[in-house]
């Protein structure tokens, strides 16, 4: 059997190698190594993918999220909703701008920020919510969008985790994830479902003067060559790694589909279990599942992920920290505000995903999962 790995890039390349690697020599030979034709093109190719007006790449998804903000011109002190339960890189741009970071609690059974929990945060200061569409599945956008209306907000899509990922609202309008909002943000890390060789990001707006304003702050606050408006960054998708995204964006609808077939099995070895919880899906959202994320309800999580070790099975805790009590970000609120988050903390277990698993890997992996659980 094949090495399990929690994401297999090396075998994903090899599939398109000769596409890929004929893409990167040409950047090479061009020497257009920047804002490059492959750069441009990317943008277009996923501006029609996502069905968006505008895509703005940049250098890596936190530089997204941290530019987004940016953009909506928000001043020190006012107040960001998002979630208590996500990656740091949401909360840590909001602090970055001097911002306030407002931690809600997330749903419990698709792991995404609680729209009612948000509701009770707002207050006068607030001017926007991130809602971070976790591990591959839409948050409530259709309640979201309603709050954000209700309260003249702003909503900034965290999409690093559900490229690809499509919302139903009830009178029947589809969405791609990441193009719902004022603004959306993605990350290309290798390990995304979109990944490229390297860091990479991209923005989305509908808005035309917010995609004016967006490339401006990219490239250091800089509209005309030279004459500097605003104070902005420095923060750009290489040709080399547009290169490689536009040989890979061609199969997303394929990985998505890989990794769906993927979380069919486990969810069929593991549904119905007294002691686990398959991931939920949620039937306003498709699910690309950038993870699958297990809930264990024996309090025996931690010796899971050991015996999954010893079996050279790779296992994640996504995430073992509230980010309310991380030191950097910490958040004096009641502990019974949070209970999903606390309780998700101690029970959750991501198993391998990704494009290449197959059969045999797959087999092993659930069968070594119930192993224990019905030890
Ligand atoms: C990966 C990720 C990011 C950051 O992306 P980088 O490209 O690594 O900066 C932000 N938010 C979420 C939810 C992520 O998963």
């Known amino acids: 059997m094949k090495k399990i790995q929690m994401v297999d890039l090396q075998s994903q390349y090899f599939k398109i190698k000769n596409e890929v690697d004929n893409a990167v020599l040409n950047v090479m030979e061009s020497a257009q190594f920047v804002n490059g034709p492959e750069v441009k093109l990317f943008q277009k190719e996923l501006e029609d993918y996502l069905d968006v007006k505008h895509m703005i790449p940049c250098a ?5 999220l941290q530019i987004a903000l940016m953009a909506l011109g928000l001043q020190e002190g006012d107040e960001v909703i998002t979630a208590d339960f996500t990656f740091a890189a ?14 809600v609690d997330v749903d419990y059974d698709t792991f ?3 729209p009612e929990k948000i509701r009770q945060a707002i207050t006068p200061k607030t001017k926007a919510i991130i809602p971070v569409h976790l591990f591959g599945q839409c948050t409530n956008m259709e309640e979201i969008l309603k709050i954000a209306k209700e309260h003249n907000l702003y909503v900034v899509e965290d999409n690093a985790q559900a490229i690809g990922a499509e919302f139903t609202f009830s009178d029947g309008t589809v969405k791609k994830a990441g193009t719902m909002g004022t603004i959306g943000t993605t ?4 390990s995304k479902n979109l990944g490229c060789y390297g860091d990479g990001g991209a ?6 003067e917010l995609d004016y304003k967006i490339r401006g702050i990219v490239n250091h606050g800089m509209y005309k060559r030279y004459y500097h408006d605003e104070v902005g960054v420095n923060s750009r998708l290489d040709s080399i790694q547009a290169a490689v995204l536009r040989r890979k ?17 486990y969810d069929s070895a593991f549904s119905g279990h007294p002691n686990m919880l398959i991931p939920k899906r949620y039937a306003q959202s498709t699910h ?20 999954l070790t010893s079996k050279e099975i790779p296992a994640m805790i996504y995430y073992p920290v509230a980010l309310r009590k991380q030191k950097a970000y910490f958040q004096d609120s009641k502990d019974a505000d949070f209970i999903n988050t606390d309780k998700l903390l101690d029970e959750v277990i991501s198993l391998p995903m990704h494009t290449e698993l197959d059969a045999e890997q797959l087999k092993y992996i659930t069968e070594s999962v119930l192993e224990f659980m019905n030890k």
């Not at 890596?60 to 997204?64: C, E, I």
């Not at 701008?97 to 931690?103: E, G, N, Q």
């Not at 990350?187 to 290798?190: I, N, Q, T």
């Not at 993870?291 to 999580?301: A, D």
């Open 249 to 265: 964006l061609p199969f997303l609808n394929q990985y998505n589909d890989a990794r769906r077939k993927a979380a069919d099995y």
């Open 60 to 64: 890596n998804g936190t530089d997204a």
């Open 288 to 307: 690309v599942f950038h993870q699958y994320t297990l809930r264990i309800l024996n309090g025996k999580r931690n010796e899971l992920q050991e015996f």
């Open 203 to 208: 923005i989305f707006t509908n808005d035309d």
């Open 90 to 103: 949401t909360v840590e741009v909001i602090h970055l701008l001097k911002l306030k970071a407002v931690l």
């Open 187 to 190: 990350s290309f890390f290798p």
């Open 112 to 114: 995404t920020i609680d």
